[in-house]
């Protein structure tokens, strides 16, 4: 078995479902120390009891990625179990399909909290505990939605662009700490956040829109990136975006 990130330390946010637990499951599986994080403690902890079942080292924390105080336990957290932190995946966010008029100030606000505020956090949280890393990296996972732009889901659409160009300003900013940081870019993944609309014909055909594979992905086909930016093999990449969307962007 290869092991890709053997001995690595990785915080995963949004771990509890989903691709967050799909990537916290592959990076265990290649020999990384997971530090799971989530606002849903009860999914949080199924992930660290589904890693251990194959043998893996994990552990759960509380975390709400939008406040401050909750990113400092979680750090501290990694440091006293692991002594320090070489991946973040700031993976947790949250999606409303609103159309710009519909979306009210208090909606645009919560997106903006939880995906751009909670990636900027994790980015700035870590930087201490990534001192103690040979070969820190950071991956945000932004979205196709990050690059262009569909109906009805204004705030998260601009979230995602915050998060895309965040990603490159803190490439940028965090090269003084050795960090290479990169975004991750889905298309139309099967998880909770889509299953609802991809559940019928006609919502599926909406939402696959111009997929040239014709199909969703599974999370673990984003967990394969997620793996290469949070290995070595990616140690050319700093600043970059990698679309995964089984071609949608592309025509
Ligand atoms: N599913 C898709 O098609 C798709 C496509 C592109 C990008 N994305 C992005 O991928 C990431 C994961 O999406 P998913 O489809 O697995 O979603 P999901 O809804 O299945 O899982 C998201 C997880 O984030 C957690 N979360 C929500 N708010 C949080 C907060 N404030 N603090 C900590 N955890 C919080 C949730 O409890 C949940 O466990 C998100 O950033 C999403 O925007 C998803």
Same mark, same amino acid.
């Given at each position: 078995?290869?092991?890709?990130? /053997?001995?690595? *330390? ?41 890693? !251990? ?21 979680? @750090? ?17 966010? *949250? ?30 949280? @870590? ?60 298309? @139309?993944?099967?998880? !909770? ?8 014909? /006609? ?29 070595? /093999? ?6 970059? /975006?990698?679309? @995964? ?7």
């Amino acid at each position: 078995m290869t092991s890709r990130v /053997e001995g690595k *330390i990785a915080v995963v946010t949004g771990g509890a479902a989903g691709m967050g637990r799909a990537h916290s499951l592959l990076l265990a599986r290649q020999g990384a120390s997971v530090v799971v994080t989530d606002v849903d403690g009860a999914g949080g902890k199924e992930t660290v009891q589904l890693i !251990a079942a194959e043998g893996g080292t994990a552990s759960f924390m509380q975390h709400d990625v939008s406040k401050a105080a909750d990113w400092a336990a979680v @750090v501290d957290h990694a440091v006293e179990r692991h002594g320090r932190i070489d991946v973040l995946v700031n993976n947790a966010g *949250i999606l409303a399909f609103k159309s710009l008029q519909d979306t009210d100030d208090d909606l645009w606000d919560r997106i903006f909290e939880v995906n751009v505020k909670g990636t900027f956090l994790g980015c700035k949280a @870590v930087i201490p505990a990534m001192q103690k890393s040979a070969a820190p990296s950071i991956i945000n996972i932004s979205s196709m939605y990050g690059i262009i732009a569909a109906p009805n889901a204004a705030a998260y659409e601009a979230s995602k662009g915050a998060v895309r160009n965040l990603t490159k300003a803190a490439a940028v900013d965090l090269k003084e700490f050795g960090i290479r940081v990169n975004s991750v870019h889905p298309g @139309v993944i099967a998880t !909770a956040m889509t299953n609802d609309i991809l559940a019928s014909e /006609e919502g599926a055909k909406a939402l696959l829109g111009t997929t040239i594979l014709g199909r969703p992905g599974q999370p673990e086909e984003v967990s394969a990136v997620v793996l290469f930016l949070a290995s070595e /093999e990616s140690s050319f990449m700093t600043g970059s /975006e990698v679309v @995964v969307d089984g071609g949608y962007i592309a025509q």
